[in-house]
């Protein structure tokens, strides 16, 4: 399978003065990513680990303090790799929402509340395609929705009216409106609750399967990657510490920090005691020397606190970065 | 120790806007000027102390007008009674305007339409007419300052109790102000405690920004010959006198352009120290910089 | 055993919309239950289904339309609260707006221990203090002079905890405690509510719609939709044998993480917060997948079944 976005070494960080003295969070912070056309490819990680950050980067959305310290940033658009970050300002524009789309956490940041919804779809319609007459836009519009089994008459309401579940799945509606090869999506699901949950992962999933094109979606609920995803990643403080095909991360998960995400968490039917990790979730101005997660993990060893892990294959398709026992 | 901390950073920082730099000089001329009209050698309201009509020079340093005063001199107790009358409509307009927003914006229901409907009145009321009718009818009342002051509190608390109304509206629904009722925490406490602190910055800077509309309207007043006595000397009667006395057709520039120059200074000091003091104190930016250099 | 807490036939209902459009929302319709001695019941249903608007009616934050309120045996007047809030606390979901931004943390500590008269000088407060900090597993140092923004959401959650027990209440109403905290720091803060359960003897009101930590912590647990209790009992029976067809629903929805146990069945959510409502009869006769003709004319009643209070159409006329 082809790749269609790739990253290089991408290192970027929110770089902020205040009287004088300046702190640099290190956010991404020197990611490797290669995604390929046609899979759900799932983005594991707390707050404060730097995956939203990641997809603003991917996005080619850099914006003070924000800053591109290093790297590369590929898509594969009519067959070719081009340098994202060598593009003009309006060249990326055009890419956006056409080539590749993006859902943000909280709905109401890409619903306008003044508008019908209506309105927010006909603005990208607009600005991307040359239509004769409204009627047309409106046709697009409509099939759109039948295709993702959305009823047409939530174009006429406005944003407040529509319930958590829903608004969201319009949001990603807008997404895909220009049936864009790359969908990021971050957190989409945080704000709902679980039966308006999988209505959301439902659509995701049906929209992959008509269009095949590439879903990368963030999110910390370990349980929606084993749904919707086939591959996937965890990345802490930062970096990526293991990526592998989503069963296989779930059958064999080498970090201690992803076996800890996989069992953590309660099941139905089971009452024996859990435990959390100690301590909490590392500074990213000041991560621990070594590898990030040393001072948290319970198969720490001496090496760990002096030396970076690198994200090494340790089996095809699955690589770690963790020193072996 | 950690308040003294804040106040040299606040410093510190703030002068690093060039408008607050500015604005902050010239402040500190006018008090200046505010400090010695207490030792003048001229009685403010006397004429003909000094000859008439002598451009500026070394001795006197502004000149003198027709009346034979020293526009120097003049102008310190100007600026000084200004002043006066702007701090005292602020301060009391402030006051009103913190009581009643808060009021209104806490308690919600009836007590919050009965008092938004008064303040929306005194919004539209014709003030100017309003102050004209009043300086006419009691005009040995509002020759005294405080009085003039009260008079032009009045009719500007309202906007900014409608801005401190819809602030306390939002902060009411926070979970930290649930929290202090749960604490025990009785009503006028929360208040002072929890809710002041976020209306505060919103207050210092309508403060000075109702005061450079109070000069503006005592110089209003006193060019249409009302308000305060003309022979006490204030910024708005200055300018009433020289115009009076046909300065410029005289070609004494200097007594008509004193309380000009000094009424744009004022405004523009004022309004920069506002608006830089406004941008530092967005909370936004506050936030961010609690726990910052430590 | 003795009741700490019971609800009876509460009800609240909200009028929406312009003057020239008034909508009446029931958002919660003829609700009971009760809570007992050292017992974590959990409340629990989608957003917008009754159980946060419940639980500010038993905080005294908003006035019931009708319905009683009753704590250790004495029932909750109008106005009146003040004189509960020493036995009953809470903790909400978001721990960063649960402190004032502008004020140091240990602010409010001191506040709740002297307005309730818990101490008498300022040392008698900082022991008080103290022993709930430890109980929750935090320093003092870690919260002395500390701004909001200085703390992670992990232990400005356990902050809030410590300060609820401060009055030493006998119950806690926590609504959606964990939510918003890393799923590392989750459980640590799931299992002080059963520490404190035992060692204190504490109630703790878990609202939530996550069923797995419910489950996790709870005795008891009542699911609501759209206002109404539509299952109560156990929380073995109501979340491993689930009656009612919502309930099935919620429990199925959740993501399991494991890639062999995906979803089979397609759903359908509500289009909009109000439709499903203002309908008569059961109103999750939309959705149902066992839907019969009375659902949708009908409001369904109350029958227990197997110890459990399921009211659904399914049911009735079965005893238990």
Not at chain 1, 301 to 321: D, F, G, R, T, W
Not at chain 2, 142 to 170: E, K, M
């Amino acid at each position: 399978m082809s790749e269609v976005l790739k990253t290089e070494n991408l290192k970027a960080f929110y770089i902020l003065e205040y009287w004088g003295e300046k702190r640099v969070i290190k956010a991404v912070n020197n990611v490797n990513l290669s995604i390929k056309q046609n899979e759900i490819y799932g983005i594991a990680g707390e707050s404060g680990c730097g995956k939203s950050t990641l997809l603003k980067a991917l996005l080619a959305n850099l914006d003070p303090p924000l800053q591109l310290i290093d790297g590369k940033l590929f898509y594969k658009t009519n067959g070719d790799f081009i340098d994202v970050f060598s593009l003009t300002k309006k060249e990326i524009k055009n890419l956006r929402w056409s080539f590749i789309s993006y859902i943000p956490q909280g709905s109401m940041h890409v619903l306008n509340p003044v508008k019908k919804v209506k309105d927010s779809f006909l603005e990208i319609l607009e600005s991307h395609i040359k239509a004769k007459d409204i009627k047309e836009y409106f046709d697009l519009m409509r099939e759109h929705l039948k295709d993702l089994g959305l009823s047409p008459e939530i174009l006429e309401a406005y944003p407040h009216q529509l319930s958590g579940g829903m608004r969201q799945r319009v949001v990603i509606a807008l997404a895909t409106l220009l049936h864009p090869q790359v969908i990021l999506a971050d957190e989409p699901t945080t704000a709902l609750d679980v039966v308006a949950q999988r209505a959301v992962i439902q659509l995701l999933k049906d929209i992959q399967e008509t269009f095949k094109n590439t879903i990368i979606i963030v999110t910390h609920d370990m349980g929606i990657h084993a749904q919707l995803t086939t591959r996937m990643s965890i990345m802490y403080a930062g970096k990526i510490i293991e990526e592998a095909p989503t069963q296989e991360i779930f059958k064999n998960p080498i970090h201690p920090y992803t076996k800890y995400l996989i069992q953590s968490l309660p099941k139905i039917g089971e009452k024996e005691q859990r435990e959390g990790i100690s301590g909490s979730p590392p500074s990213l101005i000041y991560p621990p020397p070594g590898c990030a997660f040393h001072p948290r993990c319970p198969e720490a060893k001496p090496e760990c606190a002096e030396e970076e892990p690198k994200l090494i294959e340790v089996s095809p398709q699955h690589k770690v970065a963790c020193f072996p026992n | 120790m950690k308040k003294v901390n804040t106040v040299k950073s606040l410093i510190y920082d703030l002068f690093k806007d060039y408008r607050f730099v500015v604005a902050f000089i010239i402040i500190c001329i006018f008090i200046l000027l505010v400090i010695l009209s207490f030792f003048s050698p001229y009685n403010p309201q006397r004429m003909y102390q000094v000859p008439s009509g002598l451009p500026p020079s070394f001795k006197y340093p502004l000149g003198t007008n027709w009346l034979g005063q020293d526009v120097f001199w003049q102008l310190t107790f100007a600026v000084k009674n200004s002043l006066i009358i702007a701090l005292v409509t602020a301060f009391f307009s402030r006051i009103i305007a913190v009581i009643i927003g808060i009021l209104a914006g806490y308690k919600g229901g009836t007590t919050d339409r009965v008092i938004t409907t008064i303040g929306d009145t005194t919004m539209v009321l014709p003030f100017l007419i309003i102050l004209i009718a009043i300086s006419m009818i009691l005009k040995d009342w509002t020759n005294n300052f405080f009085n003039l002051g009260i008079l032009l509190a009045f009719f500007s608390w309202a906007w900014d109790a409608r801005v401190i109304r819809s602030q306390v509206l939002s902060l009411r629904e926070r979970e930290f102000v649930k929290v202090a009722v749960l604490s025990g925490m009785p009503t006028i406490r929360i208040i002072r405690k929890q809710l002041l602190p976020h209306v505060l910055p919103i207050v210092f800077t309508t403060f000075i920004n109702n005061m450079s509309w109070a000069i503006g309207m005592e110089i209003t007043l006193a060019y249409l010959g009302l308000g305060i006595d003309p022979t006490v000397p204030t910024i708005g009667t200055m300018l009433q006198t020289a115009i009076y006395r046909q300065a410029l057709f005289m070609g004494l520039w200097w007594w008509l352009l004193t309380p000009i120059v000094t009424a744009i200074l004022l405004f523009v000091a004022l309004y920069w120290i506002s608006v830089s003091l406004s941008e530092y104190l967005d909370p936004r930016a506050r936030f961010q910089r609690i726990g910052f250099g430590k | 055993m003795e009741k700490v807490l019971e609800v009876k036939n509460l009800k609240k209902i909200y009028s929406i919309g312009s003057i020239f459009s008034k909508v009446k929302i029931t958002a919660v319709d003829n609700v009971s239950f009760y809570i007992n001695k050292a017992e974590t019941f959990t409340l629990a249903g989608e957003s917008g289904c009754g159980k946060t608007t419940t639980a500010k009616i038993i905080l005294g934050f908003e006035e019931p339309t009708s319905g009683d309120i009753i704590i250790e045996d004495k029932p909750i007047q109008k106005n009146k609260f003040q004189d509960f809030r020493k036995k009953v606390q809470a903790v909400f979901q978001n721990p960063f707006e649960s402190f004032n931004p502008l004020l140091t943390i240990d602010d409010i500590f001191y506040e709740t221990v002297f307005n309730y008269k818990m101490a008498k000088n300022k040392s008698h407060a900082e022991e008080i203090i103290n022993e709930k900090l430890k109980a929750v597993g935090l320093s003092f140092d870690e919260i002395n002079g500390r701004y909001p923004t200085e703390l992670s959401g992990g232990q400005l959650q356990r902050a809030s905890i410590a300060r609820s027990l401060l009055t030493n209440p006998s119950i806690l109403i926590a609504d959606e405690p964990v939510s918003m905290v890393d799923a590392s720091l989750r459980m640590s803060i799931v299992n002080l509510f059963s520490k404190l359960k035992k060692e204190t003897g504490l109630s703790v009101l878990y609202i939530t719609h996550d069923l797995a930590t419910a489950y996790y912590v709870s005795e008891r647990i009542a699911i609501m939709f759209r206002g109404n209790i539509v299952e109560m009992g156990p929380v073995d029976k109501v979340l491993i044998h689930p009656k009612h067809p919502y309930t099935q629903l919620l429990i199925e929805s959740i993501p399991e993480a494991d890639p062999d146990k995906k979803w089979k069945r397609k759903i359908s959510i509500a289009d909009t917060e109000y439709t499903e409502y203002l309908k008569t009869g059961c109103k999750f006769a939309g959705r149902c997948q066992n839907v019969m003709e009375t659902c949708k004319k009908e409001e369904p009643k109350e029958v227990t079944v197997d110890n459990v209070i399921v009211k659904c159409h399914l049911y009735n006329g079965r005893r238990a």
